[in-house]
């Protein structure tokens, strides 16, 4: 059985940091692409990154370019994704999911097939 666990939210001040996990059993995470999306309330599940399962491609969307850091762990069988200069605009609950690839559409959250339960991540003051 397939699982992937998202951990490392929580409640942060704009501007501070978080590091999420999302740690798989059940499927050999370095043979799958991994994607990370969110959703806010009242909005639609957004593509934040993905990683390729040799690096080769990876995305991020425009909004948390150059904020936002995706990696993994094989070793782990752990992907992460680092967030930092956190804005109150990052508020949501945030998932990892499995692909075989980061493709064109990596950002539809109908290409992939495995999902975690979502982990909530609030940026408040």
């Known amino acids: 059985q397939v699982q992937l666990v998202e951990s490392g939210g929580g409640l942060v001040q704009p501007g501070g940091s978080l590091r999420l996990s999302c740690a798989a059993s059940?499927?050999?995470?370095?043979?799958?692409?991994i994607g990370w999306f969110r959703q806010a309330p009242g909005k639609e599940r957004e593509g934040v990154s993905c990683l390729s399962v040799w690096a080769d491609y990876i995305y991020y969307a425009d909004s948390v370019k150059g904020r936002f850091t995706v990696s993994r762990d094989n070793a782990k069988n752990t992907a992460y994704l680092q967030m930092n200069s956190l804005t109150p605009e990052d508020t949501a609950v945030y998932y990892c999911a499995t692909d075989f690839t980061c493709g064109a559409s990596w950002y539809e959250a109908h290409e992939y097939d495995y999902w975690g339960q979502g982990t909530q991540v609030t940026v408040s003051s």
């Open positions: 059940g499927l050999t995470l370095a043979q799958h692409a």
